[in-house]
């Protein structure tokens, strides 16, 4: 009777041993994936009224770096950077998400480390950013003070020009930092040019009063953890899987949603590398 329990405690003993041992592998894998080099997806699309005379260009959209650690450190960032510029892009957009105060973050940095590793961008163009909800929660005027240091523009519901391009940047809307018709009153001012839109949640699209030639954006991580048989745990969009992840065509909207570089809430991936978009505008 003694050896039977014995046997029988030895049984469970091994089976909650085996159980913790796969925890932690899965743990491992999606700290791994979260962690990995940026998958680069490529796009070319045809844009109307495209000035006579120019040469196509490319645009390099980034969302949600969340700088913070353990999964994102800002020299994590940095090698990034570097790495991305081998692409050799006229244009980068940053759609927003730039830090994170994720409560399992083993470091949170201050908003000048969390920008400088985006100082290093070299496009032709320079580089464009829209806040995000987590930069607007955080400190959003140190988090644009470090960013234009290193003559990086920040766009508030207003629009630029850059070579061939009308560039509008689209406030927050998770955080109701967005308001639209600024927004496209500014872009329209300039309507002669092709009109692209960076912003950091793409549920702003529905809103918008006119199309544009394409909508760059982040915000959903395309899951960050997708379950098999279930799916993403959350897209964190009020239009469910509408802007879910990647090259989207929306009621004849070209939308471009990455799934970002960083992570939000647990610093683990499963079923969404992270990623960053290059897309080819041209005649």
């Given at each position: 009777m003694i050896g039977t329990k014995a046997r029988t405690k030895g049984r469970w003993l091994r089976w909650i041993l085996a159980l913790l041992l796969l925890l932690l592998a899965l743990l491992g894998k999606g700290?791994?994936?979260?962690?990995?080099?940026?998958?680069v997806h490529r796009a070319t699309l045809s844009v109307k009224n495209w000035p006579a005379g120019e040469p196509p260009l490319k645009v390099l959209l980034l969302s949600d770096t969340h700088v913070a650690g353990p999964d994102m450190p800002p020299e994590r960032l940095?090698?990034?950077?570097?790495?991305?510029?081998r692409l050799k892009p006229d244009l980068v957009l940053?759609?927003?998400?730039?830090?994170?105060?994720?409560?399992?973050?083993?470091?949170?940095?201050?908003?000048?480390?969390?920008?400088?590793?985006l100082h290093g961008f070299k496009a032709r163009l320079g580089t464009v950013v829209a806040l995000g909800n987590h930069d607007h929660w955080f400190d959003p005027t140190a988090i644009e003070v470090?960013?234009?240091?290193?003559?990086?523009t920040v766009l508030k519901n207003e629009a630029i020009e850059r070579g061939p391009l009308v560039i509008g940047g689209g406030g927050?809307?998770?955080?109701?930092?967005?308001?639209?018709?600024?927004?496209?009153?500014?872009?329209?001012?300039?309507?002669?040019?092709?009109?692209?839109?960076?912003?950091?949640?793409?549920?702003?699209?529905?809103?918008?009063?006119?199309?544009?030639?394409?909508?760059?954006?982040?915000?959903?991580?395309?899951?960050?953890?997708?379950?098999?048989?279930?799916?993403?745990?959350?897209?964190?969009?009020?239009?469910?899987?509408?802007?879910?992840?990647?090259a989207i065509e929306d009621k004849g909207q070209p939308v471009f949603v990455g799934a970002g570089l960083g992570t939000s809430v647990l610093p683990l991936r499963y079923g969404a590398h992270p990623d960053v978009w290059l897309v080819t505008l041209k005649p």
């Open positions: 700290y791994w994936n979260a962690t990995r080099d940026p998958i940095a090698r990034i950077v570097a790495d991305l510029n940053i759609a927003g998400d730039l830090i994170s105060e994720k409560r399992l973050s083993t470091r949170i940095y201050t908003p000048d480390q969390v920008t400088a590793p470090g960013l234009r240091k290193g003559g990086i927050e809307d998770f955080s109701g930092h967005d308001d639209v018709p600024p927004a496209f009153s500014a872009v329209d001012l300039l309507a002669a040019k092709p009109r692209v839109l960076v912003t950091h949640n793409p549920d702003i699209v529905p809103d918008m009063p006119s199309s544009v030639a394409a909508v760059f954006a982040g915000h959903t991580h395309c899951g960050q953890i997708v379950l098999p048989l279930y799916g993403p745990v959350t897209y964190v969009s009020r239009y469910g899987d509408r802007f879910g992840c990647g």
